[in-house]
Structure formats: structure tokens, C-alpha cells
């Protein structure tokens, strides 16, 4: 199991940006034969938790969900033991409550984009993103 801290949220005006952090408690394997999928979610009032954006640890394949790409911006640093999310052109729609999950290792790299909520099994507390217009 892998402790998760998010931070990095705050209140920004529509078209700014954000850089969400996600400190690991534990070094994560970068192994290409042993890797676990990270990912971003994100969870509005009365909504679901939905994947926003996620990447294997064994690679740097990456997947956004549509109202995302182009704007955000997913990347990790293995010595620093953190994952990014890089927010830019930010909408109403996109504020939230965001958390970092990571799966257990042995996913497929190729599978991770289509990783099911349910497979991921260490979430961070979450960060609180509000968007002013």
C-alpha cells in the first residue's frame, strides 16, 4: 500500500492554471514489466468521481479524458517520487474536489487507459479546485 498526498488546488479565475502535486509515500516501481497505473479523478458536487487523466509508472503513455485534452497535462518524477497534473485554460466545469490513485502493480501498461475506477486501490485525500468566472 502507497500513502497519497495531493496538493496544489486553490481558487483560480476561468483561463488560468493550476499544477496539482501528488507526493508518494514510497518509491514506485518504473518498471516496464511491473507497473501499476496513476491517475488523476476529479469529483463535482452531485457528480461521480470520474478519471481525468492517467499514465503507467512502467512508461510515459498517457490518457486524458475528451473535456481535458489539450489543456491538462499529466507527468510524474520518479527520484521525487510525485505525479503532476498541469491544468491550463481552466473552465467552470472543471472545478471539483481532484484526487491521485495508483493501482496495484502487474497492470498492462496498454491497459491503463481504460483502467476501471475499481482497480485503483490507494487514493490520496483529495485537493479542492475552484474556478471564478
Known amino acids: 500500500q502507497v500513502q497519497l498526498v495531493e496538493s496544489g488546488g486553490g481558487s483560480v479565475q476561468a483561463g488560468g492554471s493550476l499544477r496539482l502535486s501528488c507526493v508518494a509515500s514510497?518509491?514506485?516501481?518504473?518498471?516496464?514489466?511491473?507497473?501499476?497505473?496513476m491517475a488523476w479523478f476529479r469529483q463535482a458536487p452531485g457528480k461521480e468521481r470520474e478519471m481525468v487523466a492517467n499514465m503507467p509508472t512502467g512508461n510515459s503513455f498517457t490518457t486524458y479524458d475528451a473535456s481535458v485534452k489539450g489543456r491538462f497535462t499529466i507527468s510524474r518524477d520518479a527520484a521525487k517520487k510525485t505525479m503532476y497534473l498541469q491544468m491550463n485554460a481552466l473552465k467552470a466545469e472543471d472545478a471539483g474536489i481532484y484526487y491521485c490513485?495508483?493501482?496495484?502493480?502487474?497492470?498492462?501498461?496498454?491497459?491503463?487507459?481504460?483502467?476501471?475506477?475499481?482497480?485503483?486501490?490507494?487514493w490520496g485525500q483529495g485537493t479542492q479546485v475552484t474556478i471564478s468566472s
Open positions: 490513485a495508483m493501482s496495484p502493480a502487474g497492470v498492462a501498461w496498454y491497459d491503463c487507459g481504460a483502467l476501471d475506477r475499481s482497480r485503483y486501490t490507494d
Open positions: 514510497r518509491s514506485i516501481s518504473t518498471s516496464h514489466s511491473n507497473s501499476a497505473c
